[in-house]
């Protein structure tokens, strides 16, 4: 596996308040081949590689779900939102074709 | 004054030759597009026409069938002119209700002109609070964006920009 996939970033408000709408930034690195691009040099085609599923848990329910396909750019950005009504982890899960599986939780705190 | 004479005629003749440059480079210019054309016409046709692209009207059908889809409550936000096509940052905001029992179920994201125009679809549910998205998406070419929201009892809500790309980002 090439290095640097899987590298994960999840960015939440520093200050929550209770029941309030909060956004989410999500960052992943991996380079979500196509399938269609060729090396140059060899002249042979890339295979495809890319993340088709990305699931969302806060405490122990999945609230959100993506199907994503060949056509979300390089390194996927996503951003969200939750409604901040109990102390949880928010747990994100990605899954790419090749069978890698990347998580990170992080602790939602409303004050 | 014979040397200003003598100046003027080395530029009359610098001139003429020059002009004379001129014409041939345009008239090389008008030829070479032809000539590259007739050199690689297989091969620009058949980069146009790919045998297994799908057709937005299709993808559509067989994701919502013959349900009408009502152009309101959503808001796009795009680029009008997106330099690389590789890298199109999309936002979706609609300020559709997310309540237990009337929430936005499903948003989708479709590129008409892509090979495989549906892109992404996210499943919400009523602890998301709004129905807001946002990410980056791939575009092969100028084409428009389509993003349809399925509540939980059935209805569908759309939005649709044109977004200019001027370098593709599918690769092939």
């Known amino acids: 596996m090439p290095k640097g996939i899987g590298r994960i970033k999840i960015r939440v408000p520093r200050n929550i308040t209770k029941g309030a709408v909060i956004p989410i930034k999500a960052l992943i690195t991996h ?8 090396n140059k040099k060899t002249g042979k085609k890339i295979p495809a590689y890319y993340i088709n599923d990305v699931n ?10 993506c199907d994503w396909t060949i056509a979300v750019s390089a ?3 996503m951003s969200f939102y939750i409604k901040a009504d109990k102390a949880a982890p928010l747990k994100m899960v990605w899954k790419d074709i090749k069978g890698g599986v990347y998580e990170k939780t992080v602790q939602i705190q409303p004050k | 004054m014979s040397d200003k004479k003598n100046n003027l005629h080395i530029s009359r003749r610098q001139f003429i ?17 032809g000539l590259v054309k007739k050199a690689y016409g297989k091969k620009i046709s058949k980069g146009k026409s790919i045998a297994n ?12 069938g013959n349900r009408k889809i009502e152009n309101s409550h959503v808001n796009l936000k795009l680029p009008i002119i997106a330099e690389n096509g590789a890298v199109v940052p999309i936002k979706i905001t609609s300020g559709l209700p997310m309540e237990k029992n009337n929430y936005v179920k499903k948003v989708f994201i479709f590129v008409d002109a892509n090979i495989h125009p549906y892109v992404a679809s996210f499943d919400l549910s ?8 946002s990410m980056r998406i791939k575009m092969r070419k100028t084409s428009n964006v389509r993003v349809v929201l399925e509540t939980n009892k059935g209805k569908l809500y759309g939005a649709m920009k044109s977004v200019k790309v001027t370098i593709g980002g599918c690769g092939g």
């Open chain 1, 31 to 38: 380079p979500m081949e196509t399938g269609f691009r060729k």
């Open chain 1, 56 to 65: 969302v848990y806060y405490g122990d329910k999945l609230i959100t779900h």
């Open chain 1, 75 to 77: 390194n996927p950005f």
């Open chain 2, 17 to 33: 030759s020059t002009a004379g440059m001129a014409g041939a480079a345009l008239f090389m210019s008008g030829l070479l597009p």
């Open chain 2, 53 to 64: 692209a799908e057709n937005i009207k299709d993808v559509l059908k067989k994701h919502f």
């Open chain 2, 126 to 133: 009523p602890a998301n609070g709004k129905p807001d998205v």
